[in-house]
């Protein structure tokens, strides 16, 4: 069924309205949107970047040199972000004592 | 009662939002991390990381870290003093309060 707020008028069990499956669907909705915006987050901010790095004076097309340079940025760019989810995930961990499982980073390959 | 304030009123949806919402923090953390230390460890786009630039990148995380901790610790003082700057006539200039 779709997960519109009408079909949680469905009785339900476990507390509150609304069926499992409908409550399965929000979170999964809300993780998606959650992981599109950090993508699109990552996107713009790399893309700054690596304009800035890689082409200093714009001219009338991106040279061969200058594209390399964008996608060795970019490489470089998720390279630093899997650095700090790491050491951030790490810290967290650390403090609070130490036992708490990973971080509940993304990291990307 | 079967409602949308219903559903948020579900203990177990309520601790995975919670969870959610940490996570989401987790990440605006990283991402906001990634491009301050990007621009202080002067990261190159070059087809390998030098090792002192992710050892950068790694002190950079730490240190904003340590001088955020260091920061809240303070707070409390901080707080305090501007407290009792109020009971007097005003300052003259900013020095006064945070001296």
Same mark, same amino acid.
């Given at each position: 069924?779709?997960?519109?707020?009408?079909?949680?008028?469905?009785?339900?069990?476990?507390?509150?309205?609304?069926?499992?499956?409908?409550?399965?669907?929000?979170?999964?909705?809300?993780?998606?949107?959650?992981?599109?915006?950090?993508?699109?987050?990552?996107?713009?901010?790399?893309?700054?970047?690596?304009?800035?790095?890689?082409?200093?004076?714009?001219?009338?097309?991106?040279?061969?040199?200058?594209?390399?340079?964008?996608?060795?940025?970019?490489?470089?760019?998720?390279?630093?972000?899997?650095?700090?989810?790491?050491?951030?995930?790490?810290?967290?961990?650390?403090?609070?004592?130490?036992?708490?499982?990973?971080?509940?980073?993304?990291?990307?390959? | $009662?079967?409602?949308?304030? =219903?559903?948020?009123?579900?203990?177990?949806?309520? !601790?995975? #939002?919670? /969870?959610?919402?940490?996570?989401?923090?987790?990440?605006?953390?990283?991402?906001?991390?990634?491009?301050?230390?990007?621009?202080?460890?002067?990261?190159?786009?070059?087809?390998? $990381?030098?090792?002192?630039? =992710?050892?950068?990148?790694?002190?950079?995380?730490? !240190?904003? #870290?340590? /001088?955020?901790?260091?920061?809240?610790?303070?707070?409390?003082?901080?707080?305090?003093?501007?407290?009792?700057?109020?009971?007097?006539?005003?300052?003259?200039?900013?020095?006064?309060?945070?001296?």
């Amino acid at each position: 069924s779709p997960a519109s707020m009408d079909s949680l008028s469905s009785s339900g069990v476990g507390g509150g309205g609304g069926s499992d499956s409908d409550k399965r669907q929000i979170l999964e909705q809300l993780q998606q949107q959650t992981a599109l915006n950090l993508i699109q987050s990552l996107v713009n901010t790399s893309t700054e970047k690596c304009f800035e790095k890689c082409v200093p004076s714009p001219g009338g097309e991106l040279a061969t040199s200058e594209q390399k340079c964008v996608s060795m940025c970019l490489d470089r760019y998720v390279e630093t972000w899997n650095i700090v989810s790491k050491v951030y995930g790490s810290r967290i961990a650390r403090e609070s004592g130490g036992g708490g499982g990973g971080s509940s980073g993304i990291s990307f390959q | $009662m079967s409602s949308a304030s =219903s559903v948020l009123r579900d203990p177990t949806m309520q !601790r995975q #939002l919670l /969870a959610m919402k940490q996570q989401q923090e987790f990440q605006a953390n990283v991402a906001k991390f990634t491009e301050h230390c990007w621009d202080r460890c002067d990261v190159k786009a070059t087809a390998k $990381m030098e090792a002192k630039t =992710s050892r950068c990148i790694a002190n950079c995380v730490e !240190r904003y #870290l340590d /001088a955020s901790s260091r920061l809240s610790a303070d707070l409390p003082n901080l707080l305090s003093r501007m407290a009792d700057s109020r009971q007097q006539a005003p300052p003259s200039s900013a020095k006064t309060i945070w001296g």
